[in-house]
């Protein structure tokens, strides 16, 4: 005798009606001047995912979405996995052209956007067909909005589909930095298993305000913190950017228990006049990922947050995407270490040929998990690649102590041949952030006819500091084998960065080549 699927729901939906039940009063989200409750999110929940059913759209289509953050993105996203919908979450910043292509690829039949966006939508939807083009919270709009529809009234039933644990909730996009975008696909149980270890690993807490200001379409900031903190009946706290001054301000007026940023968010906080003046007692938690964070820029914040729990998470989308942790207490051991591996993965670190290099030794960093994707939409090759040996390739280097805690070398793209000999960039760059000038820093290779790469450094200065090129290569010598000195140094006022914060090397690269 088998039991009726509904009643064992592993889904996204069925955890937000649970949350919903038992939170009902409390604040789920707040946005700008607008709150909502458990219980009225679920209801907002349940009339867009209705709405976008009635409007043409079938469960297993593909819904693009392509905006900032908004509750409206937020709702947007819980109605596409209620209403079976495969969600397709698109960074705000890509052309029109970049828009089109994941349009295309996807095969998307839905597009919700930012009125803000509008020009852009046009030239990329212009000759494409859709069943739905709408807007997230347009104001005044006759079409399809789905703040309107979230506010309206009727239609608070749950939608009446099939929606099972392995169903696709997501296609998530990576960057593309070596070729056109991938969507990883993720299901309802794959994303479940990843709440479940976000939540125990990082100490996320149903009574904690959470402050959520990286980009939504981002898989860190929506999977690893909103989520999780949602449905333990977290009161979220969304802001549409993480704008320093916003962001340490809403820290201090709405007491903020935990905030996520990468690194070069961590870093313009701790720059901003506003830092000292701001009330950061009752911040818990200081979460950070994304990229590496430099160790001195880590003491750094230890130091100017005492009494923070600092927690390094490390992964990528493909496994939804947490996969360590490195927790507070184990920070004073090994603040460079991205931590052990969460309880829904393993890892092991391996040579070209699958096999387990020793303990120390540079290898890649491979994991097996109930949370990674089931592969790469309509890529059917670069799916079978990614898991060769029965195991998915990260394509990042690192190593693991006797403890057994993973050490992030360095992406396998950013390690520098110089010479013949093999460099990862990030060890430079720990060296170069020793110096009291540097703000920032990123460390490339650029072609060269005597070094095969030559490394090269481009700095960012503290506000009122100076430093010459000379200056930072002798202080590099000092600090680092003189293979691994910089050959040129170059200054900028400002790094490339992602809308999530990332430092883009390869648009460096790119500059620098031409």
């Given at each position: 005798m088998s039991l009726n699927p509904k009643i064992q729901q592993n889904t996204?939906?069925?955890?937000?009606?649970?949350?919903?039940?038992?939170?009902?009063?409390?604040?789920?989200?707040?946005?700008?001047?607008?709150?909502?409750?458990?219980?009225?999110?679920?209801?907002?929940?349940?009339?867009?995912?209705?709405?976008?059913?009635?409007?043409?759209?079938?469960?297993?289509?593909?819904?693009a979405v392509y905006g900032k953050n908004s509750d409206a993105y937020v709702i947007a996203w819980l109605a596409a996995t209620r209403a079976g919908l495969v969600h397709v979450p698109v960074n705000y910043a890509l052309t029109a052209d970049e828009l089109g292509y994941i349009l295309e690829q996807s095969g998307a039949t839905g597009l919700l956007s930012d009125l803000g966006l509008a020009d852009t939508v046009t030239a990329a939807t212009e000759g494409r067909a859709l069943a739905l083009s709408g807007t997230l919270h347009a104001g005044q709009s006759d079409g399809f909005d789905v703040l309107a529809a979230a506010m309206s009234e009727g239609g608070e039933a749950e939608p009446e589909v099939a929606v099972e644990g392995a169903s696709l909730a997501q296609l998530l996009y990576t960057s593309g930095t070596t070729a056109?975008?991938?969507?990883?696909?993720?299901?309802?149980?794959?994303?479940?298993?990843?709440?479940?270890?976000?939540?125990?690993?990082?100490?996320?807490k149903g009574d904690e305000p959470m402050l959520a200001a990286l980009p939504l379409y981002h898989s860190a900031q929506m999977h690893v913190f909103l989520?999780?903190?949602?449905?333990?009946?977290?009161?979220?706290?969304?802001?549409?950017?993480?704008?320093?001054?916003?962001?340490?301000?809403?820290?201090?007026?709405?007491?903020?228990?935990?905030?996520?940023?990468?690194?070069?968010?961590w870093i313009s906080l701790l720059r901003h006049p506003?830092?000292?003046?701001?009330?950061?007692?009752?911040?818990?938690?200081?979460?950070?990922?994304?990229?590496?964070?430099?160790?001195?820029?880590?003491?750094?914040?230890?130091?100017?947050?005492?009494g923070v729990g600092l927690y390094n998470c490390y992964g990528q989308s493909e496994i939804a995407p947490l996969a360590t942790v490195l927790r507070p207490e184990e920070h004073d051991a090994r603040p460079a270490s991205a931590g052990r591996p969460t309880l829904?993965?393993?890892?092991?670190?391996?040579?070209?040929?699958?096999?387990?290099?020793?303990?120390g030794e540079h290898g890649e960093i491979v994991h097996r998990s109930p949370q990674l994707l089931t592969g790469y939409w309509d890529k059917?090759?670069?799916?079978?690649?990614?898991?060769?040996?029965?195991?998915?390739?990260?394509?990042?280097?690192?190593?693991?102590?006797?403890?057994?805690?993973?050490?992030?070398?360095?992406?396998?793209?950013?390690?520098?041949?110089?010479?013949?000999?093999?460099?990862?960039?990030?060890?430079?760059?720990?060296?170069?952030?020793?110096?009291?000038a540097v703000s920032e820093v990123a460390v490339i290779g650029l072609p060269d006819e005597k070094w095969i790469e030559a490394i090269t450094a481009v700095v960012v200065l503290k506000e009122g500091e100076e430093a010459s090129e000379e200056a930072l290569i002798a202080h590099?010598?000092?600090?680092m084998a003189h293979y691994k000195v910089p050959?040129?140094?170059?200054?900028?006022?400002?790094?490339?960065?992602?809308?999530?914060?990332?430092?883009?090397?390869?648009?460096?690269?790119?500059?620098?080549?031409?």
């Open positions: 996204i939906g069925a955890a937000l009606n649970r949350s919903a039940r038992k939170h009902g009063g409390k604040l789920a989200l707040a946005f700008n001047d607008r709150g909502w409750s458990y219980a009225d999110l679920n209801r907002a929940v349940n009339r867009v995912a209705n709405r976008l059913l009635e409007s043409g759209l079938a469960p297993g289509d593909r819904l056109a975008p991938k969507a990883a696909m993720m299901t309802h149980q794959a994303l479940l298993a990843e709440y479940m270890a976000c939540m125990v690993e990082l100490d996320i989520m999780p903190a949602l449905l333990l009946g977290a009161p979220v706290h969304l802001r549409e950017a993480p704008l320093p001054d916003d962001c340490l301000a809403q820290i201090s007026r709405q007491g903020i228990a935990s905030f996520f940023a990468p690194p070069t968010v506003d830092f000292e003046r701001s009330d950061l007692s009752r911040l818990k938690k200081a979460y950070y990922g994304a990229s590496i964070m430099p160790v001195p820029v880590l003491e750094e914040l230890r130091q100017r947050i005492p829904t993965v393993e890892t092991r670190i391996v040579d070209a040929e699958m096999n387990d290099v020793p303990t059917p090759e670069m799916t079978e690649e990614a898991f060769l040996g029965g195991w998915f390739h990260s394509g990042d280097v690192g190593y693991v102590d006797e403890e057994g805690y993973l050490f992030i070398v360095d992406r396998i793209k950013d390690v520098i041949n110089t010479g013949g000999v093999v460099v990862a960039s990030r060890e430079v760059e720990e060296g170069l952030f020793q110096h009291p590099a010598k000092r600090v050959k040129r140094v170059l200054f900028a006022d400002a790094l490339p960065k992602s809308t999530a914060g990332k430092i883009l090397k390869r648009h460096l690269r790119k500059e620098l080549n031409a």
